[in-house]
């Protein structure tokens, strides 16, 4: 169930003409996918920044010569990685291919500066959804309608309650998940932040990252939090910036648009682990909002899309859960609902309002797919079934 992954073609072919830069959350599977999928397709070598000696031969550039691949796991730590990678992938691209693995720092530091201009493509990896356990690979041209298959009930009924990282999925014990959740929290506030920031008030972060699951599939008030921990209002913005760049956490924009007086500041937020959300009708709208985010990011990253996700919400307090755009015009909206097949007066209000081509009302009944005013109800997993 878990050997492959869903963009591997993807950087095997990138590979071949540039470096390749994989990021993602803590314990997703970069490694994995990095040097025991990926690198066992080429003549390759791994190199981890922990490791010292495996550190010292690298900055020394000391490249073993009988080797196609190099693998450079959490070098994003060295101050000068950009740099120095330059110099490295510039003297021996036409010797050796780089694929460099890490989180947080990776997409910090690409948006500072130009010097690797040209040189790489950029991938987010995610964590397993429907479609990739299914193993359906998205073909379409974005724009058009999408296409929905049948499903295995039992991978949905995991991904629900056990998430989508590697290890939780793939052990199915409710313990293990509870001690693998803390554990997680643990290594990223005790170990990524402190790699990343100054940060001192290490025990009100933590607490933070617990509000956040509370507060999942919701609007983020970043006064409530800053209150509910008595810390400055730009703190806790910073904060959440932070475990946003860790990916803990991501959050929603409204789409903006003068046709329907939209909201601008206010964000939702959702959590990179559904399963840490209790309330069953939020972790479903996490569940689908995590999905639509590795269907963009996809989309993007390995195809070259302009496609984007945000929230629908006017100033009179209409909302819908989710729009995918693409070149920055209405796609997709999906309404999560948990058994009201009633269609939704806000959504087929913004279908109007932004002419949006495509609108699914999503269910957890099942056997539930119907047309009514050109939306679609549509059970929950058979549409998860046409993303990736």
Known sequence: MLKNRYIQSSVLKDLQEKMVFLAGPRQVGKTTLARDIIGKK??????????????????????????????????????????WIKGEYDTLKTNYRFLLTG??????????????????????????SLAELEGKIYSQKPGQELEFFNFNNKNFELLNKFGGFPEPLQKQNEKHLRRWHLERIEKIINEDVRDLTLIQDIGNLTLLSKLL????????????????LHVHFNTIS????????????FRLSPFFSKKILSVRK???????????????SLRIENLVAQHLLKFCHYLKDAEGWDVDLYYLRDQTGREVDFLVTLHDQPWLAIEVKQNDTELSRALLYFKEKLKIPYCYQLVLKDDQDFIKN?????????FLTALL
Do not use: M
């Open 103 to 128: 989180s947080a720092r990776l997409a910090v530091y690409r948006r500072g500066g130009d010097s690797l201009q040209g040189r790489y493509h950029y991938y987010r990896l995610h964590p397993f």
């Open 266 to 280: 206010e964000k939702k937020i959702y959590l990179w682990d559904w399963s840490q959300v209790e309330e069953v």
């Open 238 to 249: 910073k904060w959440i910036y932070i475990l946003e760049e860790l990916y803990y956490c």
């Open 374 to 382: 050109d939306i679609r109800v549509i059970t929950i997993k058979k």
């Open 213 to 228: 699951i509370d507060r999942a599939s919701s609007i983020c008030s970043i006064n409530s939090l800053a209150e509910d």
């Open 42 to 83: 080429l003549s390759s070598c791994y190199f981890l920044w922990d490791k010292i000696a495996q550190r010292t031969q690298a900055l020394q550039g000391e490249w073993p010569s009988d080797k196609k691949l190099i693998i450079l796991d959490e070098f994003h730590k060295f101050r000068k990685w950009k740099s």
